[in-house]
Structures are given as structure tokens and as C-alpha cells.
């Protein structure tokens, strides 16, 4: 099952508007990983997913890409402490 892992992560570029939070919302969901996603006021995506090391690596590959629409031009990742407080994947709109 592998360790659990907590991922922060800020993508810029063109990721509102082309249905980033929700391809974002999807991919966690289906890897069976915890976090939220939201707009910043900047024009930027975050996120935060929670889970085994193995799901979350993966989620990073596919938000690493995107969705069609989206142009990425800056992914910054960091790991932080696991907080085990989330459950579901939610879209967050503050």
C-alpha cells in the first residue's frame, strides 16, 4: 500500500477557465486520494492530495499534464505533513 503522502501544489499558466480544477477534482477522485483544489485571485491553481505514495505520484503526472485546454507554465510541488482530516476530493471557492 505504501506510505501516506501529502502534496501541496501550485500550477500557473493557463489553468483557469479550461476546466483544470475539475480534471483535478476527477484525477484525485479516481486515484482514491483526499485533498481539495481552488482558483487563486492570481490566475494560479492549487492543491493539496492525500494518500499512498504510489496514488499521489500518479496524480502528480496527470495534473503534471492537464487538461487539453490547459497551458502549464509553472508546477511547483512541496510535500507537507499528512493531515488526515479531508475526506473527499472538493472543488473549494475561498
Known amino acids: 500500500m505504501g506510505n501516506i503522502k501529502r502534496i501541496r501544489v501550485t ?3 493557463r489553468v483557469q477557465g479550461v ?16 485533498g ?3 482558483n487563486l485571485s492570481n490566475g494560479d491553481v492549487k492543491a493539496e492530495a492525500e494518500g499512498n505514495e ?8 496527470a495534473i503534471r499534464r492537464g487538461p487539453p485546454a490547459s497551458r502549464i507554465l509553472n508546477f511547483q510541488i512541496v510535500e507537507i505533513p499528512a493531515n488526515h482530516r479531508d475526506v473527499g476530493f472538493d ?4
Request: aromatic share 20%.
Open 11 to 13: 500550477i500557473s499558466g
Open 19 to 34: 476546466g483544470f480544477r475539475y480534471f483535478t477534482q476527477r484525477e484525485g477522485e479516481r486515484l482514491g486520494l483526499v
Open 36 to 38: 481539495w483544489v481552488k
Open 54 to 61: 504510489t496514488q499521489v505520484d500518479a496524480f502528480v503526472e
Open 91 to 94: 472543488i473549494r471557492f475561498f
